[in-house]
């Protein structure tokens, strides 16, 4: 799961149903439901790794466990057309794998971080076969040996620049699954916790280490106690609300692994939030700054057990664990988001869920997805100059009256530049386009007016980031249905003619025809 920051919602993809079958569907969360979005022919993966990177603004996936074996394709989210592959990919991608770490690095000019995950040699259906292992002794949680289980877990680090993948030296952390990984703000680098050196969860093979990849090298970082037990498969997520990066469940020796955990300057803290949900392993969780929530979903608990929950960690002081959490009731017939942990490498995936909230009827039923719009645009279009002095509205439209099928200018400003700007007609809503702000933080385009909007009042609206907050502005628009078709001042002179020509006529020739009659009466 990652959250999408230029549309504001969370983005989940794949995993397994609960009857174990692969799952390729993808879901948006936008605070209190989740809505089912067109995929554009992604295959079912589970295992897939998932960031966001703002400065690039592209949600990145690649990898994961399909049907056929381990995978290596990558992935970008496009809002009109669901999953795409990158067009301008020409670099050999890494070796097919799963449950890897991937975080977006904020380095000025964007990027991702892959490392690890669990190998699966030649990749079925993919076109990339880079990347090694080599045969070592099984390190302890602290060893800085780079070294990898072969035909296991995978130790390189891989970087991703928007178009291409690039494999960086191989130094650091040893070879390992289900690491968990964030780009932390306050260090300006991406952390990566713990794992699995050959994938599952025995005691002897769990870590607990933490590194920082400062773009170029990874350097263990050495934290006093406290610190989390070993564990793979936690969510770690950067929560400015809390100062720093927390660390939500994860799998131990002994099942679903407890503790929620403040990675902050340096230092461990333990939490003890409120009303904490039962321990999952092999949830996901994302960051929402439109909400200022840490969003947490699904897993799988010790006994077994799947959840379809969808929880909420907010208000979290700086100076005091103490949390309150919020959560919807979960759905009677759980499934998770958990792909599972045996040996590797696996072959039965256990059981994820179509997400829920307490939206979702008992028996689910799909909520239907966005409309798609009809073109995303470029900043700039007619009519608009970045010039402009004056400061501009959020959102303003040429024309205060219109009817449907016609076009309006909607122009703007004051966004977050490179914020994909989703442009709305209501009151029925309908999404008309994506417009992305220029460098100032400007956009203009021209909409079409639904065909079928009913006159009246309605209101156009532009939902993006705004001095760095989710924000939607409205701008009013009035429908009127069009005039009746006219003619020309020429049209009506020659029809008003016709008109007093065609009985003038008539009554001519009736009288000629009258005349001639009463002359032949005469004559006989």
Do not use: C
């Not at 490392?115 to 002794?137: H, L, V």
């Not at 891989?158 to 699954?177: I, S």
């Not at 509205?393 to 200018?409: C, E, M, Y």
């Not at 009985?503 to 009463?518: D, F, G, H, K, S």
């Amino acid at each position: 799961m990652a959250y999408d920051a230029a549309s504001g919602d969370l983005l989940l993809f794949g995993g397994t149903g609960a009857d174990g079958q692969l799952l390729g569907d993808t879901w948006e969360f936008n605070g209190s439901a989740w809505t089912q979005m067109n995929q554009g022919g992604m295959p079912a993966l589970t295992g897939a790794s998932m960031a966001y990177d703002a400065e690039l603004g592209q949600v990145l996936l690649f990898g994961g466990l399909g049907s056929s074996g381990p995978q290596n394709e990558t992935w970008i989210w496009n809002p009109l057309t669901g999953w795409t592959v990158p067009p301008n990919m020409t670099n050999t991608p890494p070796l097919a794998r799963y449950d890897a770490a991937l975080s977006d690095v904020e380095s000025g000019s964007g990027s991702f971080v892959l490392f690890g995950g669990i190998e699966g040699g030649a990749s079925p259906e993919g076109t990339g076969n880079s990347g090694s292992t080599t045969t070592a002794t099984p390190p302890t949680s602290t060893a800085t040996q780079s070294a990898a289980i072969p035909g296991v877990t995978l130790n390189d680090t891989w970087t991703w620049d928007g178009d291409n993948w690039t494999e960086q030296p191989a130094n650091g952390p040893v070879g390992r699954a289900g690491a968990s990984a964030t780009w932390d703000p306050n260090l300006g680098e991406a952390l990566l916790f713990g794992g699995s050196i050959d994938g599952t969860d025995n005691s002897g093979s769990l870590l607990n280490d933490l590194w920082a990849w400062d773009g170029s090298t990874w350097i263990q970082q050495t934290p006093a106690a406290p610190q989390p037990p070993s564990r793979t498969g936690a969510t770690f997520t950067a929560d400015p609300a809390a100062g720093g990066d927390v660390l939500l469940g994860g799998l131990d020796a002994s099942g679903a692994a407890g503790g929620s955990w403040l990675f902050v300057n340096g230092t461990w803290k333990a939490l003890s939030p409120a009303n904490a949900p039962a321990p999952t392993g092999e949830a996901t969780a994302a960051w929402v700054s439109g909400t200022s929530q840490l969003v947490y979903f699904g897993g799988t608990a010790t006994n077994g057990a799947t959840s379809a929950a969808t929880w909420a960690l907010v208000e979290v002081p700086k100076t005091n664990p103490t949390t309150t959490v919020t959560t919807p009731t979960t759905h009677p017939s759980p499934p998770t988001t958990t792909k599972g942990r045996s040996t590797a490498p696996r072959t039965t995936p256990t059981t994820r869920p179509h997400p829920v909230t307490t939206t979702v009827p008992t028996t689910p039923t799909l909520t239907t997805p966005r409309p798609t719009p009809p073109s995303i645009v470029s900043v700039g279009g007619s009519g608009f100059s970045p010039t402009t002095a004056a400061p501009l509205a959020p959102i303003t439209a040429s024309k205060a009256s219109s009817h449907p099928g016609q076009q309006v200018l909607l122009s703007g400003g004051g966004y977050t530049p490179g914020a994909r700007i989703a442009i709305w007609f209501h009151s029925n809503p309908v999404l008309l386009a994506y417009v992305i702000a220029n460098s100032a933080g400007h956009f203009s385009l021209d909409v079409t007016i639904p065909a079928n909007a009913a006159p009246g009042d309605h209101h156009f609206e532009a939902e993006g980031l705004y001095a760095g907050k989710l924000e939607s502005f409205s701008t009013p628009v009035q429908i009127t249905m069009p005039p009746p078709p006219g003619h020309s001042p020429t049209e009506t002179l020659v029809l008003i003619l016709v008109a007093l020509l065609v009985p003038a006529t008539t009554w001519v020739t009736m009288a000629l025809y009258a005349r001639r009659q009463q002359r032949m009466s005469a004559g006989a």
